[in-house]
């Protein structure tokens, strides 16, 4: 037996089955409940979102042998035929390849026929609106008043090419574009069905690239599942998708904060080995500098589960919102830009470096400048020292932690001595950061994570940090993590006290400078307080 495409074989047969389009649904069941039938149905939307589905589904109903219904049997001649695309009744057009008149005129004088096997004679007519405007003339007396058993249902994915004359004689269904969970949800159903092994992260990309398209979210689908040889893993879908790995994107804005435009350039070289897209890199730059912005101003917004989430809110915390809507406007201008640049590559780095420069200066520094010299004249800037780098805030050191517990000729020591030794990055480095130490012994390392960080547990976190740990140790740790409320401050939590303690004294020390004072009494100025960052 030849092999079917999914978009084929999981095309929904019912209403009950249809993704995504609930309002459509819901309209279309009442309305087939109480028999209230218009004679011309319209269905607007974007290609894959269900247009000649629902369009079939409806013939069903309107057909099928067990009377008109909004849940048809689906196992009747006329239901099976209409399936398998074979009922005689019903007459799918494409109005691509039929666009003129005489081809309209004669379908619309078999419409005057009675059906041959259904209790309707229905018409889909895809992509209406490349109908020439005699053939929309020609089919309007009929649209307006077709005999009793003939149901027009119309498709098309521009409807502002069709007349306002055969908009009015139909009842219009905007379909919506699928978002990207419910698109995800239906792969992994298909794939439990269907027995192939699959990552959630990788049919999350799938989902994204899919654009709102079922259907195509299906055709990426057959291709992931070829290319991975019967298995959906993210690795293989990013290599397949040409998609930016979200660590290259947040190491471009951890280098920002830090200011390191060497580590920029190290980015775009490694995407350019990689042969991935840069206009893809920029579009997911400024998706991810979204979330940033939406977990600065609604925190709560921000999903538990999301796996970058600390990452997440760690630059939404070193960033200024002000500065992440400027990047935000950047990355967008740059990748409207990169056709003009000299090559991708290219316009890619111009925009890293742009993002690099225009990174904000000290409050002292902006308030000197835009004083007026005294002489009336044009005065140089002077070089203003930023105060928050005069008055440098003590450093706080580390607790020690509870106990020190002695493993195999090497002291345990403090946990934070130790995470601070550890060579982790990304998520591996905030689950450590975040655990306490409870236990250590011979062969066993016991931490406990707090409920509200649990989602760090996510692997490969903890294989990665208990890896770290057989290094340091020299021999096999068994990692045990138990979430829980720690009875001490753990490495993160101690970081943001320190970074709060910091926080404060700059802007104490800004509100306290006699110069700040000085402008601020001389141009009606005021302080933006989220403008300033201590100096480390």
């Excluded at 309707?120 to 009793?148: G, Q, R, W």
């Excluded at 400024?286 to 989430?309: N, W």
């Excluded at 020690?400 to 517990?405: N, T, Y």
């Amino acid at each position: 037996m030849s092999y079917q495409v999914l978009a084929r074989k999981w095309r929904p047969r019912n209403f009950s089955t249809l993704v995504g389009q609930e309002h459509v649904v819901r309209a279309l069941t009442h309305a087939l409940s109480e028999q209230r039938l218009h004679h011309a149905y319209l269905f607007t939307g974007t290609r894959g979102v269900g247009k000649t589905t629902i369009a079939r589904i409806l013939a069903k109903s309107l057909n099928c042998e067990t009377g008109i219904t909004a849940t048809p049997c689906g196992k009747c001649s006329a239901c099976l035929e209409i399936d398998a695309g074979r009922f005689v009744d019903l007459l799918e057009v494409d109005a691509a390849t039929n666009t003129r008149v005489d081809e309209m005129r004669q379908l619309l004088e078999n419409a005057v026929y009675a059906p041959t096997r259904g209790r309707f004679k229905v018409y889909v007519i895809d992509e209406v609106h490349m109908l020439s405007t005699s053939a929309f003339n020609a089919m309007l007396k009929t649209l307006e008043e077709p005999p009793e058993h003939v149901k027009f249902i119309l498709a098309t994915t521009d409807p502002q090419k069709i007349p306002v004359t055969v908009l009015s004689r139909c009842l219009q269904f905007n379909l919506k574009q699928m978002p990207v969970l419910s698109i995800s949800t239906h792969l992994a159903h298909i794939l439990q069905a269907e027995d192939i092994p699959f990552e959630a992260t990788a049919l999350a990309l799938i989902a994204r690239s899919a654009a709102g398209s079922m259907r195509d979210s299906l055709s990426l689908l057959d291709q992931a599942i070829a290319h991975g040889a019967g298995k959906v893993d993210e690795a293989q879908v990013r290599t397949m998708l040409g998609s930016v790995d979200q660590d290259h994107l947040f190491s471009i804005l951890e280098a920002l904060q830090e200011g390191n435009a060497s580590a920029l350039l190290q980015v775009a070289s490694a995407l350019a080995v990689r042969s991935l897209s840069f206009a893809g890199a920029l579009q997911e730059l400024g998706a991810l500098l979204t979330r940033i912005q939406v977990a600065q101003c609604v925190p709560t917004a921000i999903d538990d589960e999301d796996p970058d989430r600390a990452r997440v809110v760690a630059l939404a915390t070193a960033l200024s919102p002000e500065y992440v809507q400027l990047a935000y406007q950047i990355v967008n201008v740059g990748r409207s830009e990169l056709a003009m640049a000299p090559d991708e590559h290219a316009g890619f780095v111009m925009t890293l470096l742009r993002l690099h420069t225009f990174r904000p200066r000290s409050v002292a520094e902006v308030v000197d400048s835009a004083r007026p010299s005294p002489r009336g004249g044009a005065e140089p800037v002077r070089q203003v020292v930023p105060v928050a780098a005069q008055v440098k805030p003590p450093v706080t050191e580390l607790p020690s932690a509870p106990r020190s517990v002695p493993v195999a000729g090497k002291v345990a020591g403090d946990w934070h001595e130790i995470v601070a030794a550890l060579p982790l990055s990304g998520l591996a480095r905030e689950l450590a950061i975040n655990c306490e130490l409870k236990e250590i012994g011979e062969g066993h390392c016991l931490l406990c994570l707090p409920p509200s960080v649990a989602h760090l547990q996510m692997k490969p976190s903890p294989e990665k940090l208990q890896q770290a740990l057989n290094e340091y140790f020299g021999r096999q740790v068994l990692l045990k993590i138990e979430v829980g409320s720690p009875s001490a401050e753990t490495p993160a939590a101690i970081a943001g006290r320190q970074r709060q303690e910091r926080q404060a004294l700059a802007e104490n020390a800004i509100e306290q400078d006699l110069f700040v004072q000085e402008a601020i009494d001389a141009l009606d100025a005021s302080i933006v307080e989220s403008s300033i960052k201590p100096i480390d």
